[in-house]
C-alpha cells in the first residue's frame, strides 16, 4: 500500500522556520516526482514546488525564494524547507506523489498520492 506521511509542522513566529517532511512507505520514491500543496482555511488547494526524480524543482511564486525542497532517496524522504515564514503561510501542508521521471508539475490533478497532511500555524 503506497502511503505518505508528513511531519514537521507545528506553531512558530512570523520569521521563523520550519522543515516538513514526507516519508513513504509501500514504495520506493526513486521513480517518482514529488510536489509540495497547502490548503488554508476557506481556501482552494495551492501548489508550492516539486520535485523530479533526477531532482529538478519547481517553485511557484509562494514558494520562490523562501522556501526549499530536496529529497533523500536513500531516506526515502522529501523535505520542504520554509524560512521567512508569514501569517499567510498558515495551512495544511500535503505533499504527493506521481511515478514520472526526469520531471515534476506543481499540478495537483496529477498526482494520485496523498499524504494526510501536516498543519503549519505562523503567529505570534
Known amino acids: 500500500q503506497l502511503q505518505l506521511v508528513e511531519s514537521g509542522g507545528g506553531l512558530v513566529q512570523p520569521g521563523g522556520s520550519l522543515r516538513l517532511s514526507c516519508q513513504a512507505s509501500?514504495?520506493?520514491?526513486?521513480?517518482?516526482?514529488i510536489g509540495w500543496f497547502r490548503q488554508a482555511p476557506g481556501k482552494e488547494r495551492e501548489g508550492l514546488s516539486c520535485?523530479?526524480?533526477?531532482?529538478?524543482?519547481i517553485y511557484l511564486d509562494a514558494a520562490k525564494g523562501r522556501f526549499t525542497i530536496s529529497r533523500d532517496n536513500a531516506k526515502n524522504t522529501v523535505y520542504l524547507q520554509m524560512n521567512s515564514l508569514k501569517p499567510e503561510d498558515t495551512a495544511v501542508y500535503y505533499c504527493?506523489?506521481?511515478?514520472?521521471?526526469?520531471?515534476?508539475?506543481?499540478?495537483?490533478?496529477?498526482?494520485?498520492?496523498w499524504g494526510q497532511g501536516t498543519q503549519v500555524t505562523v503567529s505570534s
Open positions: 504527493a506523489a506521481e511515478r514520472r521521471t526526469k520531471s515534476c508539475t506543481t499540478y495537483s490533478g496529477a498526482y494520485k498520492t
Open positions: 509501500g514504495f520506493t520514491l526513486n521513480y517518482y516526482a
Open positions: 520535485i523530479s526524480s533526477v531532482k529538478s524543482t
